[in-house]
């Protein structure tokens, strides 16, 4: 059998999983596609160059051995290749099968989340072993079963090969080198084809489909490795300087203002509740809030707080994962292009955090978790950026609950409020940040706390909500009670919605989040503008009573300066919301602008100016994190 057969039956094998696993994945969302109002069959033709691109990388190297290996090597290079295509085989199928519950979770194929949690083995296989246990079975007996059939077929698959004189092996190469290069390439313009030329139609499902899992996790590992450098450069290229004009005009802060050179949104804000005395912070984010779930059913306790607080009616998510909140609302800065900068290098050390701000006045700072707070590195970016105490999971003793993330939320607010009170009692003021985690995916809770939701599964999203609400009620319960609260301004806000899905290119509906300031002399009050997260901690330094110098990316709301702005990223897009109009970018693409109607996008006329602003902001918050200058 010559090469050029033996590599095309492997070729049309990976193609065949491939396209099973597009097929079940097309199936499962048949409702949605149909409703797409697109060209939906080319998902398969696009899709058969995707899966190509893939599957003739993979070739590389064994056409590689089977052209220039020496005679001698037969039976090496044979036992070799058959234990390469059972690895490559088995990942296929691993991912292809992964791909199912990634989708149900994420609403998008399998990206660098897939691999950006492995490096926390214990609570990642904790919750697959609690929620995916069918899911891990049927992938590995399929694997089982493929590798058990594949090895017995394949014995001395490769032998054949070298019973081609060695110099017409070599003289093959060329010929089938060239397919593959064309192949890898999958373009004979300028560039070659890369993850963008899945994004044909204008429904987000659709593309999604079309993508392969495996190539999408390749090419999200390398573009988040070089976002620092070239990678942004998909979204469009715009001057710095024109740039940061544009996203001081948006965000509404005057460049006369600005005080510094070191950090380009740097500038004095006067308090609008000036105090003589220190007001403690607290800051209370919660695990995967979204606002569909306030109600009387699942948050009562959120709902009476609600009648004594400001509340925020129309905010909205930086993005959707736990570090786009924590570095929003810790923060203030909006979504970086590429990993959060909780996890990232340069931010570290000399990140502005309310804790760098306060801490030199002379507040006690904290960051108060019932897991381990090495996950998403938060610990080493806490402690690098102003925090002075870590409480985690090893701090708590004799916990009324663990779960698979930590101890409970009850658990948490028991020892936060001793803590304050310890520390209210010392005459320290203190800044604090507390994270719940109970309202997470496998969803454990202890029992007697709540009625579960009728007809749901114990350990299930809504009735996990309904726990993390009795748990806020219980926090504010006993924490009036104590000496520390009149002197205390609480903050309660999601970091994101639990699931975040829809067909628009960004959902920006399931970006929508609740969030209340608390405390003695806050007038009840709904704001029904669009806020941001960096707003809310604007607004509750605002409430402090002291003037800050700070570069926060947002504004009090009682601020004349406040703007009605969100920008949100999903994946890799930004939407760039301006009171009802969006303007959506993404890599590779062209911008485009929406109506945010009905919480659906509606396509309309191009905003060329708040395309660009759009971009604008993408390459500044690059600019700020490379730099180093927030």
């Excluded at 290069?181 to 139609?201: E, K, Q």
């Excluded at 740039?243 to 509404?252: E, F, H, K, N, V």
């Amino acid at each position: 059998m010559t090469i050029f057969k033996k590599l095309l039956t492997y070729y049309l094998l990976m193609i065949a999983l491939f396209f099973v696993g597009r097929v079940v994945l097309f199936t499962l969302y048949l409702d949605r596609i149909l409703a797409s109002d697109v060209n939906y069959y080319l998902s398969f033709l696009y899709g058969l160059k995707m899966d190509t691109m893939l599957a003739s990388a993979l070739l590389v190297i064994p056409l590689l051995l089977l052209s220039f290996a020496p005679k001698i090597m037969a039976t090496l290079v044979d036992g070799f290749l058959r234990l390469y295509f059972l690895v490559v085989f088995g990942i296929i199928i691993y991912i292809e099968n992964a791909t199912i519950p990634f989708f149900a979770q994420y609403d998008v194929r399998p990206n660098y989340k897939f691999v950006e949690y492995l490096e926390y083995p214990k609570e990642v296989f904790g919750m697959i072993l609690a929620d995916y246990k069918l899911a891990l079975v049927v992938a590995f007996v399929m694997i089982g079963l493929f590798s058990l059939l594949y090895w017995k077929r394949s014995k001395e698959s490769f032998l054949a090969v070298f019973e081609l004189i060695w110099w017409k092996r070599a003289l093959l190469f060329l010929p089938i080198g060239i397919l593959l290069f064309i192949g890898i390439r999958s373009s004979f313009g300028h560039r070659p084809a890369n993850i963008s030329d899945a994004l044909y139609s204008s429904s987000r499902i659709v593309n999604e489909v079309t993508k392969n899992s495996f190539y999408s996790i390749a090419y999200a590992i390398y573009a988040n490795k070089s976002y620092a450098t070239k990678a942004v450069k998909r979204y469009g290229v715009i001057d710095i300087d024109e740039a940061m004009l544009r996203i001081s005009t948006r965000l509404g802060i005057n460049k006369n203002d600005i005080n510094s050179s070191q950090s380009p949104f740097l500038r004095a804000n006067k308090t609008h509740f000036p105090s003589s005395k220190k007001k403690n912070l607290v800051i209370f984010l919660q695990e995967s809030l979204g606002y569909q779930f306030i109600s009387s059913e699942l948050t009562p306790e959120v709902l009476k707080l609600k009648k004594e607080s400001l509340w925020f009616d129309q905010l909205y998510s930086n993005g959707t994962r736990s570090v786009r909140g924590i570095a929003g609302v810790a923060s203030g800065i909006l979504a970086i292009p590429g990993k959060g900068v909780v996890k990232r290098n340069k931010s570290q050390h000399n990140f502005f955090s309310f804790a760098s701000l306060l801490n030199p006045k002379g507040y006690h700072t904290g960051f108060y978790y019932g897991g381990e707070s090495r996950f998403d590195n938060m610990r080493s970016w806490f402690l690098g950026n102003g925090f002075d105490e870590i409480i985690e999971q090893k701090d708590y003793t004799d916990p009324k609950f663990v779960a698979t993330w930590g101890v409970s939320d009850e658990d948490l607010a028991d020892k936060a409020n001793q803590r304050f009170s310890q520390l209210y009692k010392e005459g320290t003021p203190f800044a604090v940040m507390m994270f719940s985690s109970s309202n997470h995916s496998p969803f454990e809770y202890p029992d007697g706390r709540i009625e579960p939701v009728e007809g749901e599964a114990k350990y299930s999203l809504k009735n996990a909500i309904k726990y993390a609400d009795y748990a806020i009620g219980k926090f504010f319960e006993d924490a009036k009670k104590l000496d520390y609260y009149k002197d205390t301004i609480f903050v309660v806000v999601a970091d994101h919605n639990v699931r975040v899905y829809g067909d628009d290119a960004v959902p920006i509906d399931m970006f929508h989040i609740p969030a209340f300031i608390i405390g003695e002399g806050i007038e009840a009050k709904v704001y029904n503008k669009l806020a941001s997260q960096p707003d809310i901690l604007a607004t509750a330094l605002d409430y402090l009573g002291e003037d800050f110098t700070v570069p926060i990316l947002g504004h009090s709301i009682w601020s004349d300066a406040k703007q009605e702005i969100n920008l949100m990223q999903f994946n890799e897009n930004y939407a760039l919301r301006v009171g009802e109009k969006v303007a959506i970018i993404e890599p590779n693409q062209p911008a485009q602008t929406f109506l945010y109607q009905e919480k659906k996008l509606v396509a309309t006329a191009h905003d060329r100016e708040l395309e660009k602003d759009a971009l604008a902001f993408v390459v500044t918050l690059n600019h700020l994190y490379n730099k180093e200058l927030f």
